[in-house]
């Protein structure tokens, strides 16, 4: 790990007004919520590029009024951790009517981040993602014809990306953050494998870690503690997902009318091709991520968590299913956790029609550390 000094910001700054993407507070509507892209650099720890100074995209949404305000800010920096597959300034920045879950925490004056994981977005990419034979066969047809004439032979024989590299990326993100605006401690929020990632990380650094938010987290009691002894495992280096998979995923688990609207679909897919040049040429497009080796996360680490944690679980969700997140609920150790049961909701929660009580939840949460004066339960939404 290189030293906080030499994790700088090494990109030029982008303050971009975006406009307010959610309700703004009373006193300060006028407020223009700003996107800044920040590039923090990393000795990383990618087996496959070990050792190499690497560039993790960290976008930043907040009002001018809410950063000027530093003295205020303890409570209040935020950042945004994403899941398996999708970057985090797609995942929580979506440019739609009011889906940015970034631009509503910033309108209610929160210093709210996200990061892109090596391999992901506009971070560094290691370089085996860039040859199509480094994919399972399956995906290699998949591009038989457009990218390539025929299956071929990979170089690459392992998974890219482990557990540790990323905790060891969202480290160097998480003091840049702790530097920049002076706070000891930021909260997290992640989806998916975002949760091994936020949790296993809020494990190690309770110091580090105000408060928790898990959607959909990727727990599992059969995680095994320590790291295998073959890390990253054997298998293809990175995955890719076209549009056409993207949207039967997510159609296979709606489960009541209008659970999510297209037009919003379709914008997340816009953002998914502009945060992939690469894999954007790559027949009709699609979004390349690397495969990543997970350890860490069961319930050793999970019963020693004192961080408070709230956790929502989608009714529909077919890719983390709710008994996964309760078994989280009930193996967590910290006495401050909540779980919502949401209702009308998937995987995708945040991209669809109910996506306002999963940020108002969010919200209550990192304000008050409850829902609906509830610092320890199960709470139902949207039935």
Avoid at 156 to 167: E, F, G, K, P, V
Avoid at 193 to 209: F, I, S, T, W
Wanted: charged content about 20%; overall charge negative.
């Amino acid at each position: 790990m290189i030293q906080s000094i030499e994790r700088l910001l090494v990109g030029a700054v982008a303050l971009l007004p975006l406009g307010a993407l959610a309700q703004p507070s009373h006193g300060e509507r006028s407020q223009e919520i700003l996107a800044v892209d920040h590039y923090v650099a990393n000795e990383s720890t990618v087996p496959a590029i070990a050792g190499q100074i690497t560039q993790l995209y960290v976008r930043e949404r907040a009002k001018p009024a809410t950063v000027q305000r530093r003295t205020a800010l303890a409570d209040r920096v935020v950042l945004f951790v994403h899941g398996a597959g999708t970057p985090a300034e797609v995942a929580f920045d979506v440019p739609y009517e009011d889906y940015s879950w970034m631009g509503y925490l910033a309108a209610a004056g929160f210093d709210v981040f996200s990061m892109d994981m090596t391999g992901y977005g506009r971070s560094t990419r290691p370089h085996p993602m860039n040859d199509a034979c480094n994919l399972s066969d399956e995906h290699q047809a998949a591009l038989t014809g457009a990218v390539l004439e025929r299956t071929c032979a990979p170089q690459h024989r392992q998974q890219l990306t482990t557990i540790a590299s990323d905790w060891d990326d969202i480290d160097a993100v998480v003091e840049y953050i702790r530097d920049l605006r002076q706070v000891e401690r930021v909260s997290l929020i992640g989806w998916s494998l975002g949760g091994p990632r936020a949790g296993g990380y809020a494990a190690q650094h309770p110091d580090k870690v105000a408060k928790l938010v898990l959607l959909a987290p990727a727990y599992s009691r059969e995680t095994q503690a320590a790291a295998p002894a073959q890390a990253p495992a054997e298998g293809a280096a990175f995955n890719i997902q076209s549009h056409a998979d993207f949207v039967a995923n997510w159609d296979r688990q709606v489960g009541c009318e209008n659970q999510y609207d297209p037009a919003a679909s379709a914008a997340v897919w816009r953002e998914m091709l502009a945060s992939d040049p690469v894999g954007a040429t790559w027949g009709q497009g699609v979004r390349r991520a690397p495969n990543t080796t997970v350890w860490g996360w069961g319930p050793a680490a999970v019963g020693r968590t004192r961080t408070p944690t709230l956790m929502i679980a989608a009714i529909h969700d077919r890719q983390i299913t709710p008994d996964r997140v309760r078994a989280l609920y009930d193996d967590l150790g910290a006495e401050q956790k909540v779980l919502i049961d949401l209702g009308c909701a998937s995987h995708a929660a945040m991209w669809e029609r109910n996506h306002h009580l999963l940020f108002r939840a969010s919200l209550d949460w990192l304000l008050t550390g409850a829902i609906d004066g509830m610092q320890q339960g199960i709470v139902r939404l949207g039935y």
